[in-house]
């Protein structure tokens, strides 16, 4: 078995983080609601991660992605709204939710929720049903939260970043689709002695990226794959803007790790591996390239959105399908890991 990491955003959080979320302060707020700061759209937080950077690091969550890619782990990431995670199976019959729904967007079979209708949902002025839910069937994934409430979350560990030379990773999502607040989010946790690192898709205007960049110590940067028609069918996009922003990059002299999800039957044969390769070869501040095993822990994600998922039945890879993978990489003299 591979380790779960890389690609995978584990379903479990630490207690305390899970407890602080349900708390007054982390409800839902309008966008433009708190002008003192920058606000902004946060999914999730992961602590203790060692996977998306240096160290012991916080990982935060921003909501939103220009990309559609079809194996997304994350696809509660991918809207730019707060959405309604719905898991049928730990509905235990109480009918608070329904209840407090004030647009009866919730539908029952035998007295457990079943179905929201996402078209009446009233999110995210509403968030009721949430609030009342005693069994976490009805989960609301986005919270609009301040750059200092992001701070002070990420701020619990930082003896943990001291002792391991970890930090914060910005990801998503793509943490570009929120310009402002990333700046601004980047910046302040500089100004804290932080160190930072950015996980894209590299879908960003230039001036945006660029500007960002002077509060980001490291960029994880994605490859779906080299082709842009191949690229385009699987994520929606095509790549050109991307590999010109990549290049631009390593232009700044800041390090960066390409990342590429290995996905089976999309970019796993032997020439997109070869020009993947060739291509993170040929920069200068490129440490080391990534590959991030394909597996199906996001796929109930999708099923809790009430989305189909286009993957259903697609096997990983095995380990020897994978090592391979990485010893064609090799070849062309960049350094490769498994999994980040």
């Excluded at 301040?146 to 990801?171: A, I, Q």
Aim: with cysteine; charged share 25%; net charge neutral.
């Amino acid at each position: 078995m591979w380790p779960v990491r890389g690609l995978l955003r584990p379903s479990h959080r630490l207690p305390g983080l899970n407890a602080g979320w349900r708390s007054s302060r982390f409800q839902l707020y309008q966008p433009d609601a708190r002008r003192d700061e920058p606000v902004g759209l946060i999914s999730d937080f992961q602590r203790f991660s060692v996977h998306d950077g240096p160290g012991i690091r916080t990982i935060v969550f921003l909501k939103g992605c220009p990309l559609h890619c079809v194996w997304c782990q994350n696809p509660e990431t991918i809207s730019h709204l707060p959405e309604i995670m719905l898991v049928p199976n730990n509905c235990i019959g109480c009918g608070k939710c329904l209840e407090a729904c004030p647009n009866s967007c919730t539908s029952c079979s035998d007295g457990r929720v079943q179905a929201v209708s996402r078209r009446r949902c009233l999110l995210p002025e509403c968030g009721n049903c949430q609030r009342v839910r005693y069994a976490n069937a009805i989960n609301i994934c986005g919270r609009y939260l301040t750059v200092g409430e992001v701070l002070e979350e990420l701020e619990r560990d930082l003896e943990f970043y001291c002792h391991t030379g970890g930090g914060v990773t910005f990801s998503g999502g793509e943490p570009f689709a929120q310009p402002r607040f990333l700046d601004t989010l980047a910046r302040r946790a500089k100004e804290r002695k932080l160190h930072t690192a950015v996980e894209t898709c590299g879908y960003v205007q230039w001036e945006i990226l660029r500007r960002v960049m002077e509060s980001i110590d490291i960029v994880l940067f994605d490859i779906k794959h080299m082709d842009g028609k191949r690229h385009r069918q699987g994520t929606g996009v095509s790549n050109d803007l991307i590999l010109v922003n990549l290049k631009r990059l390593d232009a700044l002299g800041i390090p960066i790790r390409v990342r590429l999800p290995l996905v089976p039957g999309f970019n796993d044969n032997e020439e997109n591996i070869q020009a993947t390769a060739a291509f993170a070869a040929g920069l200068e501040n490129v440490q080391a390239l990534d590959i991030l095993p394909y597996h199906r822990m996001g796929e109930p994600k999708w099923g809790q959105l009430e989305k189909p998922y286009e993957l259903h039945g697609v096997a990983p890879h095995d380990r020897e399908e994978v090592l391979a993978c990485a010893d064609i990489a090799r070849e062309y003299g960049v350094e490769v890991t498994v999994g980040g």
